[in-house]
């Protein structure tokens, strides 16, 4: 089983790295709470399809060591460099989901575009949810302090009260199975209490504002018009604004879950931008998608 080891402060992390190593790579960044199993609907058929895909473990997720420190955006965004460094690879793109997105924003403002081509943000936090100097617009701190205070009494309670939200179960299209939905939870409960709760505390302090002028690469913005986890006019649509580079793809009906009620789409999304593998025709433009 692949791990390294995070040159920071030594932590062991696990890794994947499936699809043929001559293909274009996209490396996977995941939502809080999941590790790189939550983006099985993408890597999967992308390998399959002949691009190389690793996805990441963050540090109390999945099967990475639990760690009382390093749940700072700087070490989380050191770690994913780390990875790179660490398999040698190059003309990445690097795919972030939720506060994977605000990881891959800092690793290309933290370590530069050496070896990043292009990078994709579905349906993220960035560049940040809750209110400050920077994001006047942005949630009362008062009601994230009282939301973090019933996610630590009983995270396996909110997992399951957030599920239809999440997903947007209640929109047309998005059915999913409560065997995948109690899959889900019980994979968002393997992240370790110091983990998860850290993770939410860099969500609460995190303002990108003025990192996102400052990316110099392609960027691809996915979002779903009904995400109650991160609002599309307060995240991706203010995030695609600010990257010199950006597309914003917006998908009608998706939630916060659209890597599975809307995998195909996004697949097909990300194919395209990752660009065709060599020898292998190109997906054509629009090929198996519906959204807006």
């Not at 992390?13 to 293909?23: E, K, R, W």
Request: aromatic content about 6%; some cysteine; hydrophobic content about 40%.
């Amino acid at each position: 089983m692949p791990y390294f080891t995070a040159p920071v402060d030594g932590a062991r992390l696990h890794y994947t790295d499936h699809g043929p190593a001559t293909g274009p790579v996209a490396v996977f960044a995941a939502s809080a709470y999941l590790g790189h199993d939550m983006w099985e609907h993408q890597t999967l058929p992308l390998a399959e399809a002949g691009y190389r895909c690793v996805g990441l473990d963050r540090r109390g997720h999945g099967r990475s060591e639990d760690t009382w420190t390093g749940y700072d955006l700087d070490t989380l965004a050191d770690d994913l460099h780390a990875l790179l460094d660490h398999l040698d690879l190059r003309d990445v793109t690097l795919v972030g989901h939720s506060v994977g997105t605000a990881e891959v924003v800092r690793c290309l403002t933290r370590h530069g575009t050496a070896r990043v081509a292009r990078a994709a943000l579905v349906a993220g936090v960035s560049p940040g949810l809750v209110r400050s100097p920077g994001l006047p617009t942005g949630l009362d701190p008062a009601l994230v302090q009282a939301d973090d205070e019933v996610f630590r009494r009983d995270r396996a309670a909110y997992f399951t009260a957030s599920a239809d939200d999440f997903f947007a179960a209640h929109r047309p299209g998005n059915e999913v199975s409560p065997q995948y939905v109690r899959h889900l939870i019980d994979r968002c409960l393997t992240a370790t209490p110091r983990a998860s709760n850290a993770v939410r505390a860099v969500v609460a302090g995190l303002d990108l504002t003025a990192e996102l002028p400052t990316v110099g690469v392609p960027v691809l913005v996915v979002h779903g018009t009904h995400d109650a986890s991160a609002p599309l006019a307060l995240t991706g649509e203010r995030a695609a604004r600010l990257v010199p580079d950006g597309t914003l793809k917006v998908y009608e009906n998706a939630g916060h879950g659209l890597f599975t009620t809307h995998a195909e789409l996004l697949t097909a999304d990300l194919r395209e931008f990752l660009g065709p593998v060599a020898g292998r025709a190109a997906v054509p433009a629009g090929a198996g998608r519906a959204g807006r």
